[in-house]
């Protein structure tokens, strides 16, 4: 009995320290209610309203009916139009669409004429998944049959870009980077300052000339070259092992890297500011980690999600630096073709470096 009491009683204070710590009470609900709105409302396997192009070079009646057609499945959005295949493909080397639809000049003669395909997909197949979206567009009933041959004949040709052997390292590799980077860059500097703090130092720190910016920064600079190595590591894996392509310049991921790298650090930084201990640094840390993971378009198109989900991922450095890398490394974009993505990570940067250095005075004060 008296043991019982015992750990009744240390069950008891346990519970209380549990109600006291708001954060760890948080996490108990948050977590839970945080992956079932990922999973269920976020993440939608049934892949649909993928950005196309167009070029429609029949501009006939048919030809635009077939648009129509594929737009009505829903499948695909067409967001753009251009003129030729050749617009096609830089569109989707610069990532501004995923399924390109061109209908040649003479399409109303291929449509009755069951040798030949009428038009033509081209795919982003650095993706799986969009690869095998438009793979299922090749079989779309449509109303476009004006001779009986075409029934036993194929409407598209399929284009398969970037990724010919279809493997699915050579789409997760090259995001993985990024995915380390937010594990490791996000924890390394959210226990910076809070362990600063439980050690005693960061009042020595306080008494010293250094600025509160020139201590955030400081706090960044060594994590910036580790941070470097780990890309370098992941690469050189992923060629050597993976047979992972490098088709843009070595020189532009490690731009995009830097970027990344410094919006991941500045991150972190603000949860450190926020956090009153390392393990509530590291929870916070989860709470960023989870929707990265899982709204950057790593492992799901990012297409497929819903506006909402789309909106919050829009504010995620992950997001943009998954694009950056699968753009230079698979498609061979060049930064200057990807620049919307950078500034995203800059405008990342300059906002969390000034939150954190304002909250930092303010604890401070």
């Known amino acids: 009995m008296k043991s019982l009491r015992r750990i009744r009683a240390v069950a008891a204070k346990e519970a209380r320290q549990l109600v006291r710590d ?95 395909p009428a038009a033509q997909l081209l795919a982003d197949g650095s993706d799986p998944t969009i690869l ?8 779309m009933p449509s109303p476009l049959i004006v001779a009986p041959a075409r029934n036993s004949g194929q409407l598209f040709e399929l284009r398969n870009f970037y990724n010919p052997e279809r493997r699915s390292a050579v789409q997760i590799v090259p995001a993985l980077i990024g995915v380390i980077l937010t594990m490791t860059m996000v924890l390394f500097t959210a226990v910076a300052i809070v362990r ?33 190595i780990q890309v370098t590591i992941v690469l050189l894996v ?5 047979r992972v392509p490098m088709r843009g310049h070595l020189g532009d991921v490690y731009v995009a890297a830097l970027a990344f790298i ?17 393990f509530q640094a590291m929870q916070l840390t989860l709470f960023v980690f989870l929707p990265s993971i899982l709204l950057s378009g790593f492992m799901f198109p990012f297409d ?22 699968r753009g230079i490394v698979l ?35």
């Open 262 to 278: 410094a919006a991941s650090l500045t991150l972190g930084l603000l949860i450190s500011t926020l956090a009153k201990s390392q």
């Open 196 to 228: 600063e703090r439980e050690r005693g130092n960061l009042e020595l720190l306080i008494t010293t000339p250094v600025r509160t910016t020139e201590l955030m920064l400081g706090k960044l600079m060594p994590y910036i070259l580790i941070g470097l």
């Open 238 to 242: 992923g060629h050597f092992l993976f």
């Open 22 to 116: 708001r954060l760890t009470l948080g996490m108990v609900v948050g977590i839970p209610v945080l992956q079932i709105l990922l999973f269920g409302y976020a993440i939608n396997m049934d892949v649909r309203h993928l950005r196309a192009g167009v070029a429609d070079e029949a501009n006939t009646a048919l030809s635009r009916q077939l648009v129509e057609d594929m737009q009505a499945g829903q499948v695909v959005r067409f967001v753009l139009q251009t003129h030729g295949p050749d617009g096609l493909m830089e569109a989707l080397r610069r990532g501004e669409i995923t399924i390109g639809l061109y209908i040649p000049a003479d399409f109303e003669r291929r449509l009755a004429d069951d040798a030949r």
């Open 331 to 365: 498609r061979g974009a060049s930064i200057g073709e990807l620049l919307p993505e950078v500034w995203a990570l800059v405008t990342f940067f300059a906002v969390a470096i000034t939150l954190a250095v304002l909250r930092f005075r303010k604890r401070l004060d």
């Open 132 to 139: 095998n979206v438009a793979i299922q567009l090749l079989k």
């Open 304 to 325: 497929g999600m819903p506006p909402l989900a789309q909106q919050i991922a829009e504010v995620l450095p992950l997001t943009h630096f998954v694009r950056l890398i």
